[in-house]
């Protein structure tokens, strides 16, 4: 990793700690985007969040995107908690 990305990281880390202060801990998950509505990992993901969130009662977080993300994201509101999503830009890709 080159300098400048360490330092834009190390700029986000206090932003990143003061929205887990606000929101709380919570279950975060990652995954793949390629899965689609209706695949079986896909609904499999979906149905973990669901009963994750409504058994413990805390945030989901996610990269909000599309496949196993977007899963959990649409688990969550199911399970009726706060979801928060956090994009990542590799700039490398």
């Known amino acids: 990793m080159m300098v400048p990305e360490l330092l834009m990281l190390a ?7 003061s929205l887990n ?5 919570g279950i975060v998950y990652f995954g793949s985007a390629r ?3 209706g695949t ?10 669901r009963r994750l ?12 995107g599309k496949g196993i993300m ?11 908690v706060r979801r928060q999503q956090v994009m990542v830009v590799l700039s490398f890709v």
């Open 11 to 17: 700029g986000e880390r206090p932003r990143c700690s």
């Open 21 to 25: 202060t606000r929101v709380g801990r």
């Open 35 to 37: 899965f689609e509505p």
């Open 40 to 49: 079986p990992l896909y609904e499999k993901a979906k149905d973990l969040a």
């Open 53 to 64: 969130a409504a058994t413990l009662q805390c945030p989901s977080w996610s990269g909000g």
């Open 70 to 80: 977007g899963a959990v994201t649409h688990g969550a509101i199911h399970g009726c």
